[in-house]
């Protein structure tokens, strides 16, 4: 046994990013990080859309290496939209949004999905 469990999903897409720049363009990434009883475990990024859209389409599909026996209600995955061009006045890539699932910060259009796996998986 090698002591991993896998969970899949995928990023689809982002709608009406903020421009970031002065020609209105954005060059956005997604960071996904996984916490399990509040330690990081896993993380990735999707590529870099270059084709400097508001909204762009990744349609990237990622495996996240869970810890063996981890229940999902005790799993958080953070998605940050981040742009690639450094802000200038820092070392750091801007944060145009983020979303947060987990069994107690879940809401919205995900909410059903995300109670339905946990109640299916532990």
Known sequence: ??????????????????PVDMSGTVEPYCRILVHVSSELVHKKKTCISQSLDRSP????????????RTLLCDVAVTIEVRDAL???????????????LSNS??????????????S???
Do not use: M
């Open 1 to 18: 046994s090698s002591g991993i469990n896998a969970e899949y999903g995928g990023i689809l897409r982002a709608e009406g990013l903020s």
């Open 57 to 68: 389409n990744w349609q990237e599909c990622f495996t996240l290496d869970l810890p063996e």
């Open 105 to 118: 910060a879940v809401s919205g259009h995900g909410s059903v999905q995300w109670e339905h796996a946990c």
């Open 120 to 122: 299916k998986r532990g």
């Open 86 to 100: 450094r802000n200038t006045r820092s070392t750091s890539y801007l944060l145009l949004g983020r979303v947060l």
